[in-house]
């Protein structure tokens, strides 16, 4: 804790105290030095315990800290990074006459029915949320940042029938503003973006900024330009931005530094600014960000990247902050990968394991996003690598699935990272090895020093693979041990000696025996019950987007059409990029469109049932006429290679030789209704495929338990 102390000595973190102005010289020294004070964790509040407090519960500023910050005393927690929603762009929660205070009720819209909004009654009682925090902080040794999302779209739900809680009045007044419209959304990033090459949106965007570093007592602001990644036309139409639209977010950036410095001279303490970004500096280019710009004119102190998706190892952010002479935070966002079985990449586990990769590569602290427990663990134990000793640990080869190119058109290939996670699983053909390399820095070394014994697991998810036998394992060339099975995991022990700190290389061979022969159809759901793991799926909406069993099948419906109104099941098949495939499904349509999707993390397509038709939906010329409402028909769809070939109840329908086209995505199989705007039923007996001739890794884990002798 010695941390701790020195934190709280810092008399420019006592919020009652008035300092004396500073000359623009010694602000800079100051804030240089700030950059880099021992924080250890960044704790960003997304700010939904203003905008979703228990709907019964009497309100006072002590019960709205206790919600999310109030535990954080004593912790680990250097900074809270306080959000206070910008949801979409111009709606806040604090006192703010620049933009649109936040009054309304989630329950008017149908949602959170016990819940409400809090944001004006404590406005009315003198003390908004952010204040609160700000003073919470500061009473507690902590810094407060003030979190400004530069381009939220959680409200991208709303259409002008159906409107949404978090739709402001500004984009409704000027929907010229924006990059599309409910109706014409754009193929990347989300229709409700604001338009930042509209000189008035970047005014406002200062004018928010400004208003709080005047208003509010603030040590930082963090300016998340992940949330969300769009910012011009250009982008979400699937170009690249220009060099013209990045100068104009750099301008943005001058004028916020001009800005922070003017009132931090004032006030005599510097207002610090830290920015989320990507962690690809093309990538970022791409959508208008030259972060590396902003970085050599001194237009940040802290960076922080990473959120949905992630490139680089972490080892790309320390050198690129300390390239520029800022602070490196890795951001470890919550894990939003469907289809685990065994393993969860938000348990405290995996944390730990994040966190340890994170201080390995020599990170100045770490930034944690969409976590809200104030009670949980990690509060303390992620804030070094030292209070990480001896605790069990998760490792994992990915942790979040997030595409890239769902922003930025053909970007997926810049990761350099390795990925192997449910929907993005490892193929293995018999008789051959597949090669991954995974990233532990874990210092066993020191563990043993400090009396803890370590076991080393390494775990395996493969779904029908029969025979364990067929499967073997080598960690860094060296063999692991005969594996224990759980369900479709195996279990192989692993020497401690042969794991390293560091990459680590994992090497999977799949028996070339006559074992290998599985069944025609490895993966075969027959409509007798819901489907179980490893099957995921969309979060049902009752009445609107949902399955339920009939006596004659599952139906799926999609009866809504607004944003997230689908619904599909999915299941990781593991086909061989480039490969052979196979499915086989029958069904009846009901109405509207259905479809099978199917991928292999390179290319895919979707296999779309109409009342009247089938088709394929990235070549609609390759088109069955058929009344797919009279009776159950069977589909099957073959694919090797880019060529496809469809049989309609055993008769050869469709030869598209070629039509599978790239596509970057999930390796995997859904099927299901609709999409947003479309409506779909449809009834569903059996959902056969198989991915290849081999079998595929759905997860893998490396897990590090220890005991003391």
């Excluded at 933009?99 to 309304?104: A, V």
């Excluded at 004032?266 to 970085?295: H, K, N």
Aim: with cysteine.
């Amino acid at each position: 804790m010695q941390d701790r102390f020195w934190l709280l000595a810092l008399p420019f973190l006592a919020a009652a105290a008035t300092a004396a102005p500073l000359d623009l010289e010694t602000l800079r020294a100051q804030r240089r030095e700030l950059a880099f004070r021992q924080r250890r964790l960044i704790m960003n509040n997304d700010g939904c315990d203003v905008l979703y407090f228990p709907r019964a519960a009497e309100l006072t500023p002590q019960a709205f800290l206790d919600q999310r910050t109030t535990g954080l005393a004593g912790t680990r927690v250097g900074t809270i990074s306080y959000c206070t929603i910008s949801s979409g762009f111009s709606f806040f929660t604090h006192d703010t006459k620049v933009g649109s205070l936040l009054d309304r009720q989630a329950y008017d819209y149908g949602i959170q029915d016990q819940r409400r909004n809090v944001a004006a009654e404590l406005v009315g009682q003198g003390a908004d949320c952010l204040r609160l925090v700000v003073d919470f902080a500061h009473a507690n040794g902590m810094e407060a940042f003030w979190s400004m999302r530069m381009n939220d779209t959680h409200d991208v739900a709303h259409h002008p029938d159906r409107p949404y809680l978090l739709f402001p009045p500004l984009k409704e007044q000027h929907p010229e503003w924006l990059v599309g419209d409910p109706v014409a959304r754009t193929p990347h990033g989300r229709w409700s973006s604001v338009n930042y090459a509209i000189p008035e949106i970047r005014d406002l965007a200062f004018r928010y900024i400004e208003e709080v570093c005047t208003n509010y007592d603030v040590d930082g602001i963090e300016l998340d330009f992940f949330r969300h990644l769009c910012y011009f036309p250009s982008t979400a139409q699937g170009g690249r931005a220009s060099d013209e639209e990045r100068e104009l977010m750099t301008g943005l950036l001058r004028r916020v530094r001009a800005m922070t410095e003017d009132i931090g001279c004032r006030r005599g303490r510097p207002i610090l600014i830290a920015v989320r970004v990507p962690d690809s500096t093309e990538f970022s280019r791409g959508i208008g960000l030259d972060v590396e710009q902003w970085l050599k004119e001194g237009l940040a102190d802290i960076l922080v990247t990473t959120c949905y998706f992630r490139f680089q190892p972490w080892e790309w952010t320390v050198a690129l902050a300390r390239q520029h002479g800022v602070a490196a935070y890795p951001g470890l966002s919550e894990s939003r990968v469907s289809g685990e079985t065994r393993f969860r990449r938000n348990s405290v586990p995996a944390y730990r394991a994040r966190a340890v990769n994170a201080w390995f590569a020599g990170a100045d602290g770490i930034y944690i996003f969409n976590q809200f427990n104030p009670k949980s663990p990690i509060w303390n134990e992620l804030g070094s690598a030292e209070s990480l000793l001896g605790q069990e640990k998760l490792y994992f080869i990915g942790y979040r699935d997030g595409r890239a190119g769902a922003y930025l058109k053909d970007s997926d290939h810049l990761r350099v990272l390795p990925s192997l996670m449910p929907g993005q699983g490892l193929p293995l053909k018999p008789g051959e090895t597949r090669a991954i390399d995974i990233l532990v820095g874990e210092d066993l070394a020191a563990a043993r020093q400090a009396g803890y014994v370590p076991a080393v697991t390494a775990c395996v998810e493969v779904p029908g693979l029969g025979d364990p036998a067929r499967l073997t394992l080598t960690l860094n060339g060296q063999p692991a041990g005969t594996p224990s099975t759980t369900g479709d995991w195996l279990d192989f022990p692993i020497d401690p000696a042969h794991l390293r700190q560091g990459p680590n290389r994992l090497e999977f061979t799949l028996a070339a025996t006559a074992a290998a022969t599985g069944p025609e159809w490895p993966m075969h759901y027959a409509a007798n019950a819901l489907p179980a793991k490893p099957w995921t799926s969309d979060r049902a909406k009752p009445g609107v987007a949902f399955a339920e069993m009939r006596e004659d099948g599952l139906l799926v419906a999609d009866r809504g059409t607004a944003s997230g109104d689908y619904f599909y099941y999915r299941y990781p098949w593991g086909k061989e990029p480039g490969g052979k495939a196979a499915f086989e499904v029958e069904m009846k349509v009901v109405s509207g469109t259905s479809s099978v999707i199917f991928g292999d993390g390179e290319a895919g397509d979707r296999l779309r049932f109409h009342p009247d038709h089938v088709h394929l939906h990235h070549s609609p010329r390759h088109r069955v006429e058929l009344d797919t409402t009279d009776a159950f028909h069977t589909y099957r769809l073959e694919i090797d290679g880019a060529d496809l070939v469809l049989f309609i109840d055993g008769e050869k329908r469709l030869e598209a030789p070629g039509a599978l086209q790239p596509s970057p995505g999930r390796n995997d199989i859904s099927f299901g209704a609709a999409n947003s705007p479309e409506t779909g039923e449809a009834i569903w007996k059996h959902v056969r495929a198989r991915g290849g001739s081999g079998t595929f890794c759905n997860d893998f884990a490396l897990r590090i338990q220890y005991h003391q002798p």
